[in-house]
């Protein structure tokens, strides 16, 4: 995954569509890169450089919102940002 360089975005910058796109071209980089072989190896308990780049990506994303939402201090500002990320995952960038 690139190194994100400058400040972190806020998910509040983004309408949930865009950001549902944004990591839809993230996510999708890396499912491209996949190989036949990648998919042999995995299924033998394997770990091959796309499939650990896929799930270093998707470990990266779920730090990211884990850290939006627990930055808040109030449970109303919590449930706030856990929506925003319900519908960013609803909406979808097809929808």
Do not use: C
């Amino acid at each position: 995954m690139p190194e994100i360089r400058g400040p972190v975005p806020r998910p509040s910058q983004f309408e949930p569509r865009d950001l549902a796109i944004g990591l839809t071209i993230l996510e999708g980089d890396h499912f491209r890169a996949l190989r036949p072989p990648d998919y042999i190896v995995h299924l033998t308990k394997g770990l091959s450089d796309n499939i650990n780049q896929i799930i270093q990506t998707k470990n990266k994303i779920r730090a990211w919102i884990i850290d939006r939402i627990f930055r808040f201090d109030t449970i109303n500002q919590r449930a706030g940002a856990l929506k925003y990320f319900i519908d960013t995952a609803i909406v979808g960038p097809l929808k």
